[in-house]
Nanobody
Framework: QVQLVESGGGLVQAGGSLRLSCAAS????????MGWFRQAPGKEREFVVA????????YYADSVKGRFTISRDNAKNTVYLQMNSLKPEDTAVYYC????????????????WGQGTQVTVSS
């Protein structure tokens, strides 16, 4: 079992920044690929970014490349998402997820999910 808890969401103006955190407990955190997904009202949950268990490989959706950065601290069992140059279209509930196999990019490949944290970007 893995439990994931996101934090750091909030309201920010366009062009601003937020840092999301995802704290993990239960199984050994470092054995899992970690990802961030987001879901806006009326839309499907979509891939944002993922990071390998070692932190050596990262994968970004085209929509966030150059603006978002994922990192992990296995000693703290925590993954972070630094979001810069935020746009109104980034508004969504952001979910942290843990993957043990399959595609980095698909919801179906992830085994555990956090409760989500709301990010709202105003114009």
């Amino acid at each position: 079992q893995v439990q994931l808890v996101e934090s750091g969401g909030g309201l920010v103006q366009a062009g601003g920044s937020l840092r999301l955190s995802c704290a993990a407990s239960g199984r050994t955190f470092s054995k899992y690929t970690m990802g961030w997904f987001r879901q806006a009202p009326g839309k499907e949950r979509e891939f944002v970014v993922a990071i390998s268990w070692s932190g050596g490989s990262t994968y970004y959706a085209d929509s966030v490349k150059g603006r978002f950065t994922i990192s992990r601290d296995n000693a703290k069992n925590t993954v972070y998402l630094q979001m810069n140059s935020l746009k109104p279209e980034d508004t969504a509930v952001y979910y942290c997820a843990a993957r043990s196999g399959g595609s980095y990019y698909t919801v179906e490949s992830y085994d555990y999910w956090g409760q989500g944290t709301q990010v709202t970007v105003s114009s």
